[in-house]
């Protein structure tokens, strides 16, 4: 759906949502001599964003993350046929094309067994998984006297979503870092930790803040829930037919009158998608996940409306990181995925920060999502 | 035959029509429950100021007229906003709005002087009073930013293709976004003598 030509909201007089006032002026993020090397911009007193791309930043990546999830169930699916065509082998008559040999029965019910495996498995997760996920942070309900900042600035965000406050949860540990859980938007839950509250300026809490709310207003943690249930399926399916093709499972019917080389054939294909199966729908998890976080920047920016707070509080988050790195705590590792940044990040055996994402890496590089928020503003 | 797939195409464009509608009705609601969630922070704010003035009246005896400008302001947001609920023209929801505007300026300042007094700053009763009220001004600030964003998405389903012929059809018309004028986004000036 592309805009009609012309019709430029931002440019009708001088902004409708110049937002920026007195009260706002959150201190600066501390210079920091490395990374002062980087082409930061000086920083601009007052800075107004009054075109910003978030809009197609989010429709891009909400194309993405659907071709993403269409992807992996497909595959999902046709790893299921196959097991199926191998159970249950079609009868072939003699001098029958290819087609014949493809077209299975049983490979159909294998399909569908992974399709409603799938959904079935799904709906339990999503019913007890962010309740699961806040009990092994070891989130505790947030007190609404002692924690008033995080409070206000949790229902602020909540305001400017038009979604009803979220519940708002502290974790109390000393690694600067947060999650949202949460099933509908409607009932979401925030959980911030101590050590993010303590070191990040009201307006970088607020960009955190903002980014979780991104994650509960875009449905991130159905989509990942979703997501990860079809990549655990696929995994224990393609171990399966990994032991049946290995102890040579299936009914040979017929196999040595016709459809023998069909067999064959379907055999080897089995034993190749069985063996990669595992390693393509785990890369393809991350790839998502990766998106979901590029999609959170790009919201927590519309929703606040001010990208500097945004990579100022990425900034911190990445140096405490690389400070904690790997000896995160196991509930943080559990938890990998979750976080706003992620907290296994650390120096690896080198000594040496990975600056790239790779294709096993549930998050962008920081370097990366700055690069883009930037290209926002 | 053919007439199962006539049949068939009608029900279809039926269907959109109606989700079409249903999502256009949607977004207006949204739009005049976003302009409501205005008016409730706006609320909460009048609700705050006395309490805040009390607070430091003790402690700026030099920033008097600061302090009487922002009493006087929300006295008139108050009866402005009042004669605007009690079936207002559009001339008393301008003045409304415009002492609303006055009142925002108002504790703009009140609190660029809070700040830049630290021994003020540092009662704790002020300090929470200040953290609520930075917190109302941003709340105001969202839901007008959320308000104009809903704005947004409604006049886009009204004016896009295929969905504004069925806006058209019904009647509905494109919302104007909420203007704020250069006087309120001004930084204040605190002096400091």
Redesign the interface.
């Known amino acids: 759906?592309a805009?009609?030509k012309g019709?430029r909201?931002w440019q009708?007089?001088?902004s409708?949502?110049?937002?920026?006032?007195?009260?706002?002026t959150g201190q600066e993020t501390a210079p920091d001599p490395i990374r002062e090397a980087e082409d930061r911009p000086e920083p601009v007193e007052?800075i107004r964003i009054d075109r910003t791309d978030f809009t197609g930043a989010i429709r891009a990546n909400r194309r993405k993350s659907l071709a993403i999830c269409l992807g992996l169930t497909l595959f999902g699916m046709a790893l299921g046929y196959l097991v199926g065509w191998w159970v249950a082998p079609p009868y072939v008559p003699e001098g029958a094309g290819l087609p014949a040999m493809l077209l299975s029965g049983g490979g159909a019910v294998g399909a569908a067994v992974m399709a409603v495996a799938g959904g079935l498995w799904s709906t339990l997760a999503l019913t007890t998984g962010d309740r699961m996920a806040l009990g092994i942070a070891g989130a505790r309900e947030a007190d609404p006297i002692a924690d008033?900042?995080l409070h206000?600035?949790v229902?602020?965000?909540a305001?400017?979503?038009?979604l009803p406050k979220p519940r708002v949860m502290v974790i109390e540990t000393d690694m600067p870092n947060a999650f949202a859980a949460g099933l509908r938007p409607e009932k979401g839950t925030i959980a911030v930790t101590r050590g993010l509250m303590n070191r990040l300026s009201?307006d970088e809490l607020q960009a955190v803040v903002a980014h979780e709310t991104g994650h509960l207003a875009n449905g991130d943690s159905r989509y990942m829930v979703v997501v990860s249930v079809m990549v655990g399926l696929i995994v224990i399916v393609a171990a399966m037919a990994r032991n049946m093709a290995y102890f040579g499972g299936g009914s040979r019917r017929g196999s040595d009158r016709n459809g023998g080389n069909a067999l064959a054939l379907v055999a080897l294909l089995l034993m190749v998608v069985a063996i990669l199966a595992p390693f393509a729908a785990q890369a393809m998890q991350f790839a998502l996940s990766r998106q979901r976080e590029y999609l959170a920047d790009a919201t927590a920016v519309?929703?606040t409306?001010n990208p500097k707070a945004m990579i100022g509080a990425l900034m911190r988050l990445d140096e405490a990181a690389a400070a904690t790195g790997r000896d995160a705590p196991t509930s943080a590792r559990a938890l990998e995925a979750l976080w706003i940044v992620n907290p296994l990040d650390g120096p690896g055996e080198s000594g040496r920060r990975r600056r790239r994402a790779g294709l096993f890496s549930t998050h962008p590089s920081i370097d990366d999502r700055i690069a883009r928020i930037r290209a926002m503003g | 035959m053919e007439i199962w797939i006539i049949l068939g195409i009608v029900v279809l464009v039926a269907l959109y029509a109606i989700a079409t509608y249903n999502g256009l009705v949607g977004r207006r609601n949204?739009v005049r429950?976003?302009f409501a969630?205005i008016s409730v922070?706006l609320k909460r704010r009048h609700d705050l100021v006395p309490n805040l003035v009390a607070a430091v009246r003790d402690a700026m005896a030099f920033e008097r007229e600061t302090l009487e400008a922002v009493v006087a302001a929300r006295g008139k947001a108050v009866a402005a906003t009042q004669r605007a609920e009690r079936g207002g023209s559009a001339a008393d929801r301008a003045q409304a709005l415009a002492a609303e505007r006055e009142l925002?300026a108002g504790l703009?300042?009140l609190?660029?002087v809070v700040e830049a007094y630290p021994e003020i700053r540092s009662g704790t009763h002020v300090s929470?009073l200040t953290?609520?009220?930075?917190?109302t001004?941003?709340?105001i600030?969202?839901?007008?930013?959320?308000y104009?964003?809903?704005i947004?998405s409604y006049?886009?389903r009204v004016?896009?293709f295929p969905s504004n012929l069925i806006a058209g059809m019904f009647g509905f018309r494109t919302e104007e976004?909420?203007?704020?004028d250069?006087a309120?986004?001004a930084?204040?000036t605190v002096s400091l003598r």
């Open positions: 759906m805009r009609g019709w909201p009708r007089q001088a409708p949502w110049a937002r920026r006032g007195p009260w706002e007052g008033r900042r206000n600035v229902e602020e965000m305001i400017a979503a038009g009201r519309k929703l409306r | 949204g429950n976003a969630q922070q925002g703009g300042r609190l660029a929470e953290e609520e009220l930075r917190s001004e941003n709340r600030a969202f839901a007008r930013q959320h104009n964003d809903s947004q006049n886009d004016q896009m976004f909420f203007q704020v250069a309120e986004t930084v204040p």
